[in-house]
């Protein structure tokens, strides 16, 4: 028996059974979206490295520059097509598919969990429920049933917002660290005697209604902005929840952002929301994406 070709950390090897099972998943996506009117387009492996890059591997090229492995699909698309979209009409709906590669993942798995397949619209104010409603379509096109998943909506800067009430002062990463960790007695040894907002922050942590706690903290705004994708995943048989300090895969969402959980797996299947592109070196679009990890959707399909 021939041994396995090590390989690094993150990177995709599949065959036989597995490898056309991918395939033939992938196709199907595609071949939704397309029908939809999404453009398909193929996205760079590779880029230059710029300043505030995500950690990923990187070599120096012939030329003495230093280029990265593609870590992520969003922001790619949208530093590789936001000079196209000057002078196009809009909106813009383009769709993709492959790996990207993160020097150390989260975790191994027994299938690929770094194998996307995702969708960006340009140009759509507000896209984050459609975005989430063609997201739960691809779960349901793939053998995910509604039964089997969890949606988690939140709002980009809503810990933010959270912590700033609480703590009176803008907080800290390491204490945005401790939201996400919901250790709220290491919270409150910093925010001082202010109780109403402890209690709104340990309410709002744990996932208590936010009728409860959001006009305390002053993030009922906020959270009116979440409340469209809550229903619609309610309303499509999905249990559905208010995350107050997401770990959001990626830092450009600036409007509401979601995770759809597989029960199986205990992982994510698929993540999205809305966030800005430069056009062109003009004003910023408005634009709302999301993407599939095809790898965890089959295993909890």
């Given at each position: 028996?021939?041994?396995?070709?090590?390989?690094?950390?993150?990177?995709?090897s599949?065959?036989?059974?597995?490898?056309?099972?991918?395939?033939?998943?992938?196709r199907r996506?595609?071949?939704?979206?397309?029908?939809?009117?999404?453009?398909?387009?193929?996205?760079?492996?590779?880029?230059?490295?710029g300043?505030?890059?995500?950690?990923?591997?990187?070599f120096?090229?012939?030329?003495?520059?230093?280029?990265?492995?593609?870590?992520?699909?969003?922001?790619?698309?949208a530093?590789?097509?936001?000079?196209?979209l000057?002078?196009?009409?809009?909106?813009?709906?383009?769709?993709?598919?492959?790996?990207v590669?993160?020097?150390?993942?989260?975790?191994?798995?027994?299938?690929p969990?770094?194998?996307?397949?995702?969708?960006?619209?340009?140009?759509?104010?507000?896209?984050?429920?459609?975005?989430?409603?063609l997201?739960?379509?691809?779960?349901?096109?793939?053998?995910?049933?509604?039964?089997?998943?969890?949606?988690?909506?939140?709002?980009?800067?809503?810990?933010?917002?959270?912590?700033?009430?609480?703590?009176?002062?803008?907080?800290q990463?390491?204490?945005l660290?401790?939201a996400q960790?919901?250790?709220?007695?290491?919270?409150?040894?910093?925010?001082?005697?202010?109780?109403?907002?402890?209690?709104?922050?340990?309410?709002?942590?744990?996932?208590?209604p936010?009728?409860?706690?959001?006009?305390?903290?002053?993030?009922?705004?906020?959270?009116?902005?979440?409340?469209?994708?809550?229903?619609?995943?309610?309303?499509?048989?999905?249990q559905?929840?208010?995350?107050?300090?997401p770990?959001?895969?990626?830092?450009?969402?600036?409007?509401?952002?979601?995770?759809?959980?597989?029960?199986?797996?205990?992982?994510?299947?698929?993540?999205?929301?809305?966030?800005?592109?430069?056009?062109?070196?003009q004003?910023?679009?408005?634009?709302?994406?999301?993407?599939?990890?095809?790898?965890?959707v089959?295993?909890?399909?």
């Amino acid at each position: 028996m021939i041994a396995p070709v090590p390989v690094p950390a993150g990177v995709l090897s599949l065959s036989g059974a597995a490898a056309r099972r991918q395939h033939q998943a992938e196709r199907r996506c595609l071949d939704l979206l397309q029908g939809r009117g999404f453009e398909l387009v193929y996205l760079p492996v590779l880029e230059y490295a710029g300043p505030g890059s995500a950690p990923a591997y990187r070599f120096v090229d012939p030329t003495g520059r230093v280029v990265a492995v593609r870590t992520d699909f969003t922001p790619l698309a949208a530093r590789v097509l936001g000079r196209s979209l000057q002078g196009t009409q809009l909106p813009v709906q383009v769709c993709y598919a492959g790996e990207v590669v993160r020097p150390q993942p989260t975790r191994l798995r027994r299938l690929p969990e770094l194998y996307q397949v995702g969708f960006e619209v340009y140009g759509v104010e507000g896209g984050g429920l459609g975005t989430l409603e063609l997201t739960l379509d691809l779960l349901v096109e793939l053998g995910v049933p509604p039964s089997s998943c969890l949606v988690t909506v939140s709002v980009a800067q809503l810990t933010e917002r959270i912590l700033a009430a609480v703590l009176g002062r803008s907080p800290q990463v390491g204490e945005l660290e401790l939201a996400q960790t919901r250790d709220v007695d290491a919270l409150a040894e910093r925010a001082g005697g202010n109780v109403a907002a402890l209690e709104a922050l340990e309410a709002a942590l744990w996932g208590e209604p936010a009728e409860r706690w959001a006009a305390t903290l002053g993030v009922a705004g906020e959270v009116e902005r979440a409340a469209p994708l809550l229903a619609c995943a309610r309303g499509r048989g999905l249990q559905s929840a208010l995350d107050a300090a997401p770990r959001l895969a990626g830092g450009y969402y600036e409007g509401v952002a979601f995770a759809a959980w597989g029960r199986a797996t205990r992982a994510v299947l698929a993540a999205g929301g809305e966030y800005r592109v430069e056009r062109g070196g003009q004003r910023s679009l408005p634009a709302a994406g999301a993407s599939l990890a095809l790898g965890i959707v089959l295993e909890e399909a």
